[in-house]
T-cell receptor, first 110, second 115 residues
């Protein structure tokens, strides 16, 4: 049973525009959420996280939004750059166990 | 500082064989977690170890086992390999403060192919 879902397998965005990646979860006990970026032949790289007590966290071009009532998480990348092209995974944790979505492949077109 | 390292990078085995994968965490990290990622899916949690003790286990059969050593490195063992065990096996380390809300940092993975 998939507790973390990324319903868009792929997304294409023009360079300089905003990329919005979405994630939904079902378990209301999740209290920490993360986004990872993955290039082929590499392990996932940590990008940004948010605790359940917050609704927004920013780090440079990356902002994560959390809507607990909707059980929805999003990652905004502004402005998008060609180097951002990768697979993005959202993850949620309950205690020490992490649950990952299936990933969204982002392509930033120059 | 070195990140999480894993060995080997690639491995080919045949059905019924046994495999051992190795992981060294980031210096100062005391917890290691193992994940399996099959093509088109996100990483699936297998185990977490902290201070040589198992702290969490995902929904995997008993053919999968792991251990952690005093230097915090870890091994993942899989017995009686099946074709469906072909996957990327990821190791992640974290400081493990016991209260959750920790960030896990991943190694490059070991690509296992079972023929």
């Amino acid at each position: 049973d998939q507790q973390v879902k990324q319903n868009s397998p792929s997304l294409s965005v023009q360079e300089g525009r905003i990329s919005i990646l979405n994630c939904d979860y079902t378990n209301s006990m999740f209290d920490y959420f993360l986004w990872y970026k993955k290039y082929p032949a590499e392990g996932p790289t940590f990008l940004i996280s948010i605790s359940s007590i917050k609704d927004k966290n920013e780090d440079g071009r990356f902002t994560v939004f959390l809507n607990k009532s909707a059980k929805h998480l999003s990652l905004h990348i502004v402005p998008s750059q060609p180097g951002d092209s990768a697979v993005y995974f959202c993850a949620a944790s309950e205690g020490s166990q992490f649950y990952f979505g299936t990933g969204t492949s982002l392509t930033v077109i120059p | 500082d070195a990140g999480v390292t894993q060995s080997p990078t690639h491995l080919i085995k045949t059905r019924g064989q046994h495999v051992t994968l190795r992981c060294s965490p980031i210096s100062g990290h005391k917890s290691v977690s193992w994940y399996q990622q099959v093509l088109g899916q996100g990483p699936q949690f297998i185990f977490q170890y902290y201070e040589k003790e198992e702290r969490g286990r995902g929904n995997f059969p008993d053919r999968f086992s792991a251990r952690q050593f005093p230097n915090y490195s870890s091994e993942l063992n899989v017995n009686a390999l099946l074709l469906g065990d072909s996957a990327l096996y990821l190791c992640a380390s974290s400081q493990y403060q016991g209260g959750g809300r920790e960030t896990q940092y991943f190694g490059p993975g070991t690509r296992l192919l079972v023929l």
